[in-house]
């Protein structure tokens, strides 16, 4: 059986950073150390407002890191443009509010379909892979088909965050089939958002799950114990989980 992959996104070191203004704590050197711990790769989200990732980030990883690229992006035209410009393996479109702490949801692709089908094809005719950060919803994952995406992440969100246990279970059943309708249709399914030590098992049990994006479980863990430990504590969880997947 595939084990799962692992992309550890470094926002966060990026946001340490920018509170002082610094040149320190440097991403890269994060995303180095995540590697050498067992991540598959390394994701960011370039955000509109910079409020983190830096525009130089994305040039000095893509110099610096051995697995690959995953930048999360709005489906802008100017983001369109460094993309095309940057050329990293990989491009998730995702939703993007100038106020919001963190994504909020997934990507409403039903409602914009036109445009994020043009957004799609002019990044895959690049070269790059692109996937679209979604809900677990049927419909969802049909206009990203329709889209021709070839890959999709699905909102752990709603699981992550519900605290009573049987609404947190009814939300991992509903991205157990989200995740089987989107491979029965030739996607490639991710998922993230919100996994932490505690709930990253269950979802790691699914089959047919390609990669979990981790980020802030990881790098808060980082604080304490080290990158290097953090990532292979969340390695080794996730293929736990994989070793005991349930089958769909």
Not at 115 to 137: P, T, W, Y
Not at 213 to 239: P, S, W
Request: aromatic share 4%; hydrophobic share 45%.
């Amino acid at each position: 059986m595939r084990k799962i992959l692992l992309g550890v996104n470094i926002d966060h070191i990026a946001t340490i950073r920018q509170a002082r203004g610094t040149n320190y704590p440097n991403p890269v050197e994060a995303a180095v150390l995540a590697e050498a711990a067992g991540a598959d790769g390394i994701t960011v989200h370039l955000r509109e407002d910079r409020r983190h990732i830096q525009d130089y980030d994305i040039y000095a990883l893509q110099k610096a890191i051995k697995t690959r690229l995953n930048l999360e992006m709005a489906v802008t035209d100017k983001m369109i443009d460094f993309a095309l410009k940057t050329k990293p393996a990989h491009c998730c479109f995702v939703p993007e509010k100038r106020a919001e702490l963190t994504t909020e949801g997934g990507l409403d692709v039903l409602t914009n379909e036109v445009k994020v089908r043009l957004a799609c094809e002019k990044l895959q005719n690049a070269g790059m892979e692109v996937s679209l950060f979604i809900d677990a919803h049927e419909a969802q994952i049909e206009a990203a088909v329709r889209c021709k995406a070839k890959a999709i992440e699905i909102h752990t969100g709603q699981y992550a965050e519900v605290a009573d246990p049987t609404l947190q279970h009814i939300e991992l059943v509903k991205i157990i089939h989200a995740v089987k309708f989107a491979h029965d249709r030739g996607l490639i399914v991710n998922a993230g958002h919100g996994l932490h030590y505690e709930n990253v098992q269950a979802i790691a049990k699914i089959s047919f799950i390609n990669e979990l994006n981790i980020g802030h479980a990881i790098i808060a863990k980082a604080m304490m114990i080290g990158m290097r430990e953090a990532v292979k504590e969340m390695r080794n969880l996730m293929d736990a989980g994989n070793d005991k997947c349930q089958k769909l």
